[in-house]
Each structure stands twice: as C-alpha cells, then as structure tokens.
C-alpha cells in the first residue's frame, strides 16, 4: 500500500511539472492577436427632480460601447473599436422653440501595457486636450475562484478582484497565456474575456476574437499629450465642466459617467 502510495504522488507531480512546461511553452509563442469586446454600463443621473416627466423619459439608463484590444507576448493596446460611433446623440421638440439635446460622447482614448514594466499608459482625450496617465498594474490583487465558462469559444476560469466594493470579477482564458485584459485590467495568467461586477452595472465581454492576424507595429506606446497624475487629470475634468456650466447660466446639464 506504501508502495502504491509513493507511485501514485509521482505520477501526480510528473503530470504537474509537464503541465507548467506545457504553460511555459505556450506562453513563448509568438502571440499575435485582436479580441473585440462589447462594454456595456448602467448609470442614473441624479438631480432630475425639477424636470418635467417627458424630459425624465429620454434620460439614458444605460450605454454601450465597442472596444477592441490588440495583443502580443510583450504587451497590449486598448482602445475604441474602429468604424464604430460609440457617441449617444439624443434630441427632442418641447415645443415653443424649445429643444433638448441629450450628448454622450465616447472620448478618443488607448492603454498601452506593458507586461514587464507593469505599468499602464493612457492616452485620453478631454476638452480638446490630450493627457497621458500612467498607472502601475503590480498593486492588484485576484482570487482564482475556478467557476468555469465559455467566451467566445474558449474556456475560461472565474476570478475575483480582491477588496473591489463593486465585487468585480473576471473571467480569463489560460488558453491564450498573455497577462492583459479590457480597460485597466490585468495580472491574471490568462487573457482577460470577461468582466463585471455584483449588481451588473458594468458588463464586458468578448464577442470575437483574431488570432495572428495582426501587424505588431500597432501596439505602440502613446506618447501624445500633457503628462498628469490620476488625480491631478480628475482635478482638470472637475474645474472644466464647472466652467461650461457657469458658461451655460446653469442652463447645461452634463452627464459624467466615471468609469
């Protein structure tokens, strides 16, 4: 029985090692590759009290948005599906001369990752104005629950974001071995092809996926734009749309969805 015993932890540990080499040999690949995703965001606009019923009724709930992630074994771009107009224009005739317009414009905006430096580069656009915001990637935190689903046609494993008050979780495919993922995500050993969170206000899937058809020089660092904090770009976008409002009489109302 002893015997037996020993065996069976051998063989159990030889099936793990070739997996790892397995792993290994997967991740050295030369990976190419484009995933589209479709985000979709819940949101309620506050302060409507005041308004009339049938100017409450065209107030958006929700949005959604196409994006498109390109990727290879050293690093990733993120950014705005092309071809697509991910803008929400609404208007309507109140009569009297009156007329209310509804805007929600998706900004011109790329993350650039690069896996070994572990930082995030963000080219966004605000006001006309370009930024670049840089953001390291080593400080978060995943639990691996192992829930499995398909995305797109891969199998994918179920993780959670450690301290996320939105109970974010992910869902990566070990299948396509690169550490990147939609928006800021990142650092689980699989591509990232799904997210969102507990009350499903934030939902990002992949709906399709390219693999190799792609030219590597596109996934380039941005470089255009002033160079800001996290907080200091947040500072910027507060005291601008202070100052359309004031330009406005009050008579603006602006829709800000943080993501």
Request: proline share 4%; aromatic share 6%.
């Amino acid at each position: 029985m002893e015997r037996t015993l020993k065996t069976l932890s051998k063989s159990i540990l030889v099936a793990i090692v070739f997996t790892v080499i397995g792993f290994q040999a997967m991740a050295q690949e030369n990976l190419l590759g484009k995933v589209t995703y479709q985000k979709k965001e819940v949101f309620e606009i506050k302060g409507l009290e005041d308004l009339p019923e049938n100017m409450k009724t065209m107030m958006p709930t929700d949005r959604k948005t196409n994006h498109e992630l390109l990727f290879s074994n050293e690093a990733s771009l993120y950014q705005n599906a092309k071809n697509v107009d991910n803008d929400v224009n609404i208007s309507q005739d109140m009569g009297g001369g009156n007329e209310v317009q509804i805007q929600i414009k998706e900004p011109e905006s790329y993350l650039y990752f690069n896996y070994e430096k572990k930082e995030i580069v963000e080219e966004t656009e605000f006001m006309s104005r370009r930024f670049l915001i840089t953001t390291p990637t080593d400080t978060v935190k995943w639990q691996i629950v192992g829930n499995q689903k398909e995305i797109a046609g891969y199998k994918c494993i179920e993780a959670k974001l450690v301290g996320s008050d939105e109970g974010l979780k992910a869902w990566f495919a070990p299948e396509i071995p690169v550490s990147t993922g939609p928006d800021n995500y990142t650092g689980l050993p699989g591509l990232i092809l799904g997210l969102s969170t507990e009350k499903g206000d934030l939902v990002i899937e992949a709906t399709s996926i390219e693999m190799g058809n792609i030219d590597p020089k596109e996934i380039k660092k941005p470089k255009k734009g002033k160079k800001v904090s996290h907080t200091e770009f947040a500072k910027i976008r507060a005291e601008k749309m202070k100052e359309m409002e004031e330009a406005t009489g009050g008579h603006m109302m602006i829709i800000q969805i943080d993501e």
